[in-house]
């Protein structure tokens, strides 16, 4: 909390986690209620688990990309994943500001329990 009040004082705009969830949900309540645009890391954090699934479909398929060719596959999935948070934010909770956290974790929900109806589970 001490560190985001210092980045509030100190005039910052946006904060991306770079972990899985090293910041508490009290400061990020408060980045918010500043209008900190907050991006969660399950959606800024993500390219890391993007690019071992771009390895591993390589490895499946007997392929070898070039540096380049990864670079664009992983931007754009972090393209869709921000394009994804941003409009589920927008339609599902709408504020003064993005809250990229609520719409990260509804994308997510409805991307599972649309993946569970597919396959008859709900």
Same mark, same amino acid.
């Given at each position: 909390?001490?560190?985001?009040?210092?980045?509030?004082?100190?005039?910052?705009?946006?904060?991306?986690?770079?972990?899985?969830?090293?910041?508490?949900?009290?400061?990020?309540?408060?980045?918010?209620?500043?209008?900190?645009?907050? !991006?969660?890391?399950? %959606?800024?954090? +993500?390219?890391?688990?993007? @690019? *071992? =699934?771009?390895?591993?479909?390589?490895?499946?398929?007997?392929?070898?990309?070039?540096?380049?060719?990864?670079?664009?596959?992983?931007?754009?999935?972090?393209?869709?994943?921000?394009?994804?948070?941003?409009?589920? !934010?927008?339609?599902? %909770?709408?504020? +003064?500001?993005?809250?990229? @956290? *609520? =719409?990260?974790?509804?994308?997510?929900?409805?991307?599972?329990?649309?993946?569970?109806?597919?396959?008859?589970?709900?």
């Amino acid at each position: 909390m001490e560190d985001a009040e210092k980045l509030v004082k100190n005039g910052v705009k946006l904060v991306a986690e770079g972990a899985n969830m090293p910041t508490r949900a009290d400061a990020i309540a408060f980045l918010q209620s500043k209008g900190v645009l907050f !991006a969660p890391g399950k %959606a800024s954090n +993500a390219g890391g688990v993007a @690019v *071992s =699934g771009l390895e591993m479909s390589q490895n499946s398929e007997r392929l070898s990309w070039s540096r380049e060719e990864v670079d664009a596959k992983l931007k754009q999935i972090m393209t869709n994943i921000h394009d994804n948070a941003y409009e589920t !934010a927008k339609k599902y %909770a709408p504020s +003064a500001t993005i809250d990229y @956290v *609520s =719409g990260a974790n509804i994308y997510g929900f409805l991307k599972v329990a649309r993946a569970m109806m597919a396959q008859g589970l709900v």
